[in-house]
């Protein structure tokens, strides 16, 4: 089984940044590819960004690319969202996930474990 804890959400201005981490446990984290998602009230998870194992490879939404930095250290066991130049609109509660299926990785349903979510409130 995997573990994944988030934490860094928070309240912040618009145009300003957040940092957010989750912590993985229960297998060998290198091996594992990592995504984080965002649901907001009322809306579909979409995706958000995805990183492979190893880290040598990324995907993003077009809806935050340029601003959102997705990053993994495996020694730690942990995955890391950088978020800038935030703006309203990415207000949500962000999910990190963890791969079981193959798939597109930015299909929900190729991830098998998913963290409890920590929210992000962006004021204007």
């Known amino acids: 089984q995997v573990q994944l804890v988030e934490s860094g959400g928070g309240l912040v201005q618009a145009g300003g940044s957040l940092r957010l981490s989750c912590a993985a446990s229960?297998?060998?984290?290198?091996?594992?590819?990592m995504a984080w998602f965002r649901q907001a009230p009322g809306q579909e998870r979409e995706f958000v960004a995805a990183i492979i194992s190893s880290g040598g490879s990324t995907r993003y939404a077009d809806s935050v690319k340029g601003r959102f930095a997705i990053s993994r250290d495996n020694a730690k066991n942990t995955v890391y969202l950088q978020m800038n130049s935030l703006a309203p609109e990415d207000a949500a509660v962000y999910y990190c996930?963890?791969?079981?299926?193959?798939?597109?990785?930015?299909?929900?349903?190729?991830?098998?474990?998913w963290g409890q979510g920590t929210q992000v409130t962006v004021s204007s």
């Open positions: 996930a963890a791969r079981a299926t193959s798939g597109a990785p930015y299909r929900p349903e190729v991830y098998g474990y």
């Open positions: 229960g297998r060998t984290f290198s091996s594992i590819d």
